[in-house]
């Protein structure tokens, strides 16, 4: 962030460039984590370890006994490789919610500043930037809900093998993903979801945001008060 910074004060598109950035990083922990959340989140209960009924050629996971089973099954029969399946797809749907609501932040926290005459956004009390961040997680949140459910449908399709029969209904990609989803149900479709999915987000960007900014404050009251000391005469 601040090798983007022009004068201490960031523009939207380098607030987009952070927060990308930022995700990017974050997904090489984080997508093997939502990969076995969202399988688990999904199967249906069946014969531990076997397909679902009817389903002999099928891009269905199998059901999991729990966390430790996913990891150790999705290795074994689909790779390392299977484990960040969706990894582009995520990046693309987390990639553009980071930096939506990072940019969103900042301009939400500068409209309230100027709303209650505050100079500084920066000096705000934690109730506006609850606002402000709360409005830019739900912003972010309901922009990018199409991304998050082809990401969805992706991950909770097993990575075939090269050279193995693809089932029918395979998606083949977010591209795919998405015009399989217009076509099911139009822009309702692609839009499902959206209320939980910012009811899901609001929270931890509110707590994010919070947290950041009253820790900073603190931060530079101390380091005035150390300023201040190594001052004085000894």
Do not use: N
């Not at 932040?105 to 934690?126: G, S």
């Amino acid at each position: 962030k601040s090798y983007l910074t022009d004068d201490s004060e960031m523009d939207f598109l380098g607030h987009l460039a952070a927060g990308m950035g930022a995700e990017a990083a974050a997904c090489i922990i984080f997508v093997p984590v939502d990969v076995i959340k969202e399988r688990l989140q999904v199967q249906r209960k069946v014969g531990l370890g076997e397909p679902l009924p009817g389903d002999r050629v099928s891009s269905t996971p199998p059901s999991y006994r729990g966390s430790l089973d996913a990891i150790r099954t999705i290795s074994r029969t689909e790779g390392l490789l299977g484990l960040y399946k969706g990894y582009y797809a995520t990046l693309a749907s987390f990639g553009p919610f980071s930096a939506l609501y990072f940019a969103f932040y900042e301009q939400a926290r500068r409209l309230v500043a100027a709303f209650a005459q505050e100079k500084d956004p920066k000096k705000l009390p934690p109730t506006l930037t609850l606002a402000s961040s709360a409005f830019a997680g739900a912003a972010a949140s309901v922009i990018t809900c199409p991304l998050d459910l082809a990401k969805l449908r992706l991950q909770t399709q097993i990575r075939l093998k090269p050279g193995a029969k693809i089932p029918e209904g395979h998606l083949h990609g977010l591209r795919d993903a998405m015009s399989r989803l217009w076509r099911e149900a139009g822009l309702r479709g692609l839009f499902r979801g959206a209320g939980a999915r910012a009811a899901f987000h609001v929270p931890s960007t509110c707590i994010t945001f919070t947290a950041f900014e009253e820790c900073r404050k603190v931060m530079q009251k101390v380091e005035g008060m150390l300023s201040h000391s190594a001052l004085q005469p000894i």
